[in-house]
């Protein structure tokens, strides 16, 4: 009886689902090559070897230029999830229980990749230990939210909000444990899972649908998967660029010391009437 009703629970097939997923071959993104990878074409190399010891914004990376990767990064993760949707439709209705559970599997599986990549780019720190093969309570919850981003919950935003802000301020290189395992983002991240849950399950039922005519339903299913991936992996993008945490430290105004341009004050003061007779004169006229 308990078993059943934790296999009904949304929240914990989300979580199943999550775990599953990050296990697959090739979903976890290794923070230093991807950087490198990602940032030699666009990016002088002292540059990127700072975004990988710290991160793309204490590099004083523009943010043009990381949204500009991470569209290419988006496109190259759509492309492939794409494909391999439509190659799982190819079978129809008789390979349906089998092709159906792995289609829902590498679909997740190329979310996380998509989430990683961003999250790098917009310096946030190594999501999984290289020391555990398992999903840690703080990784779930961070990539949680990241999903309920992409699935467009104000909750998840405000969420990934506050976990951003709590990172710049530690100058953290790890991600705030106790805030996302106990404190008070958890009992959102529960929220948001239990809603993916519900959604996840949504979304495998009409891709059941489309598959069930061959052939047809490979251009059916590549095309849903396309037209839903792809928003999605924007959403979280727009989300991430836009936190205080991705923004290059070049850009960043620090309190208490004023910068201005000499010769510009200098223009600015000559237009300015000086008390006195200099006022009175400009009175007259």
Known sequence: ??????????????????????RLPG??????????????????????RRAIEETPAAAGIPLDVLDKVANESIRYETAKVSALSAAAGIPGFIAMPATVPADLAQYVGHMLRVAQKLAY???????FSPDNDELDDATKSVLTLFFGVMFGTQSANAAVGKVAGM???????????????????????KKVA???GVEMTKQTFAKSVSKAIPLVGAAVSGGLTYATFRPMSRRLKAHLSGLDLA???????????????????????????????DWRVLKRR
């Open 167 to 189: 990172i710049s301020e530690q100058v953290a290189k790890k991600l705030p444990q106790q805030a996302l395992t106990k404190g008070v983002v958890y009992p959102i991240v």
């Open 27 to 48: 979903v976890r993104v290794d923070r230093g090559a991807y950087l490198r990878t990602a940032l030699a074409r666009h990016c002088p190399e002292d540059d990127v």
């Open 1 to 22: 009886m308990v078993a059943g009703q934790v296999s009904e629970n949304p929240e914990s097939r989300f979580s199943a689902l999550l775990a599953s997923a990050a």
């Open 247 to 277: 923004k290059p430290a070049g850009g960043q105004v620090i309190i208490g010391e004023v910068i201005q341009d000499e010769n510009r004050q200098a223009a600015d003061e000559a237009k300015i009437p000086k008390p006195g007779r």
């Open 194 to 196: 239990q809603y993916l």
């Open 121 to 127: 780019l917009y310096s946030w720190p190594d999501l």
